[in-house]
Protein backbone atom coordinates (compact mmCIF):
# COMPACT_ATOMS: atom_id res chain seq x y z
CA UNK A 1 0.00 0.00 0.00
CA UNK A 2 1.18 3.44 -0.94
CA UNK A 3 1.71 5.69 2.13
CA UNK A 4 1.23 9.69 1.07
CA UNK A 5 2.10 12.69 3.97
CA UNK A 6 -0.40 15.12 3.99
CA UNK A 7 0.88 19.13 4.99
CA UNK A 8 -1.98 20.65 6.58
CA UNK A 9 -1.43 24.81 7.85
CA UNK A 10 -3.82 26.08 9.91
CA UNK A 11 -7.82 25.21 9.65
CA UNK A 12 -10.04 27.58 7.77
CA UNK A 13 -10.16 30.20 5.17
CA UNK A 14 -7.51 32.73 6.19
CA UNK A 15 -6.49 30.90 8.98
CA UNK A 16 -4.74 28.07 7.06
CA UNK A 17 -6.16 24.70 5.32
CA UNK A 18 -8.81 25.05 3.46
CA UNK A 19 -11.23 22.67 5.23
CA UNK A 20 -13.72 21.60 2.19
CA UNK A 21 -10.33 21.03 -0.19
CA UNK A 22 -8.17 19.23 2.72
CA UNK A 23 -10.63 16.49 3.61
CA UNK A 24 -11.56 16.24 -0.19
CA UNK A 25 -8.08 15.20 -0.35
CA UNK A 26 -8.15 12.78 2.79
CA UNK A 27 -10.95 10.99 0.96
CA UNK A 28 -9.44 10.57 -2.16
CA UNK A 29 -6.33 9.29 -1.05
CA UNK A 30 -8.46 6.65 1.01
CA UNK A 31 -10.63 5.60 -2.46
CA UNK A 32 -7.58 5.41 -4.29
CA UNK A 33 -6.10 2.66 -1.90
CA UNK A 34 -3.94 4.89 -0.39
CA UNK A 35 -2.76 5.26 3.51
CA UNK A 36 -2.31 8.55 4.66
CA UNK A 37 -0.55 10.44 7.11
CA UNK A 38 -1.25 14.34 8.13
CA UNK A 39 1.47 16.87 9.38
CA UNK A 40 1.74 20.48 10.22
CA UNK A 41 4.07 22.82 11.45
CA UNK A 42 4.43 23.60 15.05
CA UNK A 43 4.33 27.18 14.89
CA UNK A 44 2.39 29.84 15.78
CA UNK A 45 1.04 32.60 13.38
CA UNK A 46 -1.33 35.40 13.81
CA UNK A 47 -5.05 35.44 14.66
CA UNK A 48 -7.96 36.50 11.84
CA UNK A 49 -11.36 38.34 12.55
CA UNK A 50 -13.22 36.84 9.47
CA UNK A 51 -15.63 39.65 9.96
CA UNK A 52 -13.37 42.38 9.19
CA UNK A 53 -10.27 40.20 7.53
CA UNK A 54 -7.99 41.98 9.20
CA UNK A 55 -5.42 40.46 12.57
CA UNK A 56 -6.88 40.04 16.19
CA UNK A 57 -3.42 40.55 17.45
CA UNK A 58 -3.87 37.11 19.46
CA UNK A 59 -1.99 33.93 18.10
CA UNK A 60 -2.94 30.49 17.21
CA UNK A 61 -1.27 27.55 16.85
CA UNK A 62 -0.95 25.89 13.30
CA UNK A 63 -0.35 22.11 14.44
CA UNK A 64 -3.62 22.81 17.15
CA UNK A 65 -5.68 24.05 14.70
CA UNK A 66 -4.70 21.69 11.64
CA UNK A 67 -5.80 18.76 14.12
CA UNK A 68 -9.68 20.05 13.77
CA UNK A 69 -9.42 18.83 10.20
CA UNK A 70 -7.14 15.65 11.18
CA UNK A 71 -9.44 15.06 13.79
CA UNK A 72 -6.10 15.22 16.50
CA UNK A 73 -3.94 12.73 13.80
CA UNK A 74 -1.96 14.66 13.37
CA UNK A 75 2.38 15.03 13.70
CA UNK A 76 4.52 18.27 14.01
CA UNK A 77 5.77 18.26 10.56
CA UNK A 78 9.39 18.85 12.28
CA UNK A 79 9.21 14.43 12.88
Known amino acids: MKKVAVILSGCGFLDGAEITEAISTLIAIGQNGA ?43 EQ
Open 35 to 77: AYEVFAPNKDVEETNHLTQKPTGQKRNVLQEAARIARGEIQPL
